[in-house]
DNA sequence: CTATAACCGAGACGGTACGTCTAGTCTTCTC
DNA sequence: GAGAAGACTAGACGTACCGTCTCGGTTATAG
């Protein structure tokens, strides 16, 4: 979907606002309903009250509508304080599972990046929607964890954010894989367990109560 | 694939057995083409020299047909004896990372998982054929660090049980992550710096040099 | 509707020679209720029971389907011997006159020809199974009447052929020009005075009760 | 086109008037170059720089519009003195096969034709504004011939009329008949066998060298 | 000089059919 | 009975037009 500046006025009928929202909410809904496989761009079409050719004149595929309706859900996600760098993360983590025991999320999600392996085009929409938007949230947590005394500050800026990243994928891909592939519910014991698993490492972990 | 007795042997002509193994090499022939979205069953049966009839005969659809053909790519794994428990992990990431980074396995893998979601036959096959059938990895690197004292030895079964299964969420899923979604190589330095994180926590890992 | 050679026997499965004629007397249905131009392929194949790609294996579009639906109607005309060659001439004209009174013929007919001026293909389709096909009626007629000595026998072949070629012409014009064009029926009045004209030209006709 | 009375002036902006030469002559040359099938009213708007609304606020659809942009074309029709009906019969004919011969009168009139056995609104229009707009040829024709004593004058008034229909009929269906179906031109040579034909019939015109 | 009304271009809209492609099944002949 | 070949039904694909609509803006007459 792409932004077009208030400024250009064009001429010609506007897009009607309410289809793009339409849409995107039908997406999801058949996503639930059928998922990715079964997902037509004709039902989504007439689930939204729209015609095709609505749908295709702002999105050139199944691909990028569903990064775009998947990556809604993940902006609900917020950093709450709970006091310790350990409590934050496991209600970060909670809230990341939750959103991924969601049918629409976890079909949609899986299919685009599996496609996005063969399309960079898809890969940098997937990035810049969802990834990169949700490192967020690392950020803030470890910022809040300086600010308590729980970790040092950083002295090397590019360290520091490739330490960014190598904790999202840590958080984010071991989520993931509990989920969808070993295909059991991150529950808040497994939370914890990953919790002290990741704030601890491997020897300080198996030995804790 | 479905395995039959030896002890029912069926009158009339038997399977041929070479068609198995063309059929799942022009699986992974096309994965790497075409990827998992284009390829089609007709066109693997083509590949195969094999007849549409032939092929479903022996697998019910895509998904099942692809799980079996990626599966036989993660065999491969070995945890080579490298001395010490971070560097036998480095060692079967660095493999692991390196199948992965295949596009017959990555396009496919991610493919079947997002179908998973809502096919549960499908799930079962994925875990037995591919994520349990991993594991012995994890067991036996628990096993060596523990004969070198690097581990103690478990006390509570059940929980050591547990604790691999984290355990392989979070390898496998850190990998996958890196690669897949956030698309950046997973590296010997990556590797380096998660196995580091793994082992030491947060604390440790971003403060050592 | 191409012709395969009996000789060469095709492997696989033959085509369904029911799905031929269904698909036929579908169209020509679907002409009588819908006409040409709202006829579509969709629709036909569902009338036939058919899957499109059934109807797509054996023709190549809308056109030609259409010129084999309707050729079939003119292969009723016969030339009944009433006695004399005006009586001859008016039989076949009027037979002539009711197939294309039939909605299916009309409709079809002018259509196909109208895309035929910028197609060869389909002319030469038009012309090979509707127009030759038919001249055997005037060659007919011709040989009746000399044998009854109402005409000369020709001596020249070629100003012969040419003649039965005018004689056609003129004859299938003026019947779809007042069918069609005019909008008037070509009714047993209509044509005796049209046999009038072509029998004794324009001298006589108009002078005679 | 309907015509708006120029008592009844109505306010506002009143219609371009080169708006609709414009619309025609881009019906025409939309016909030469892609013929009735493919003709779009959207190109047509296009090519003569105009809006779709302001084209279908003139005619109701592409039939309309077609039977307007032909009919133009036949108004170039005369009845050239050639001193004997045989000669003037031949003038007009080769004229009309001219006109016939243009790919935006065949494709575009046949196809008018064809649609109008299933409107009738569109069947008078065509009656009107082409057919018997040009049976006034017809008439000349034979007042000429009659001054000249080639033909007799008529009594009957309503059989006078029926003639000229019939023989309207006759020359038009034969000349599209020759032109549109049996491919072949109405050339001088035809022209000439045609006309005799027409003028001494069937037992006349064979035995003529 | 302003109001009003019909016009104009542009282009989005809901809808329908297109012709192609693939899935998964069925039917024939051959090994 | 397995296998190769290929036709079969079913249904989604993405595109193209249809005829309508909704914008901003223009050009005429009427007041």
């Given at each position: 979907?792409?932004s077009?500046?208030?400024?250009?006025r064009?001429s010609?009928?506007p897009?009607s606002?309410e289809?793009?929202?339409a849409?995107?909410?039908?997406?999801r809904?058949?996503l639930?309903?059928?998922?990715?496989?079964?997902?037509?761009?004709g039902?989504?079409?007439?689930?939204?009250?729209?015609?095709?050719?609505?749908?295709?004149?702002r999105?050139?595929?199944k691909?990028?509508?569903v990064?775009?309706?998947?990556?809604?859900?993940?902006?609900e996600?917020?950093?709450?304080?709970?006091?310790?760098l350990?409590?934050d993360?496991e209600?970060?983590?909670?809230?990341f599972a939750?959103?991924?025991?969601?049918?629409?999320?976890?079909?949609g999600?899986m299919?685009?990046?599996?496609?996005?392996?063969?399309?960079?085009?898809?890969?940098?929409?997937?990035r810049?929607?969802?990834?990169?938007?949700?490192?967020?949230l690392?950020?803030e947590?470890?910022?809040r964890?300086?600010?308590?005394?729980?970790?040092?500050?950083?002295?090397?800026?590019?360290?520091?954010?490739?330490?960014?990243d190598l904790?999202?994928?840590?958080v984010?891909?071991?989520?993931?894989?509990?989920t969808?592939?070993?295909?059991?519910?991150?529950?808040?014991?497994?939370?914890?367990e990953?919790?002290t698993?990741l704030?601890?490492?491997?020897?300080?972990?198996?030995?804790?109560?």
């Amino acid at each position: 979907m792409q932004s077009r500046s208030p400024a250009t006025r064009a001429s010609g009928r506007p897009r009607s606002v309410e289809a793009d929202a339409a849409i995107l909410a039908a997406t999801r809904e058949a996503l639930v309903e059928l998922g990715w496989s079964k997902l037509t761009l004709g039902d989504v079409a007439t689930r939204a009250g729209v015609a095709k050719t609505t749908l295709y004149r702002r999105w050139s595929g199944k691909n990028e509508l569903v990064v775009d309706a998947v990556a809604e859900l993940f902006d609900e996600l917020v950093l709450p304080d709970r006091g310790s760098l350990a409590d934050d993360i496991e209600g970060v983590v909670l809230q990341f599972a939750a959103i991924l025991a969601r049918p629409e999320a976890a079909s949609g999600l899986m299919a685009v990046v599996a496609e996005s392996t063969r399309d960079d085009a898809l890969r940098d929409r997937i990035r810049s929607s969802i990834v990169e938007r949700q490192k967020r949230l690392v950020l803030e947590g470890r910022a809040r964890a300086q600010t308590r005394g729980e970790l040092p500050s950083e002295t090397d800026p590019a360290e520091a954010a490739r330490t960014v990243d190598l904790i999202f994928d840590v958080v984010a891909g071991a989520v993931v894989h509990r989920t969808l592939v070993s295909g059991h519910p991150a529950d808040e014991e497994w939370v914890r367990e990953f919790t002290t698993l990741l704030l601890g490492g491997l020897g300080a972990g198996t030995q804790e109560p």
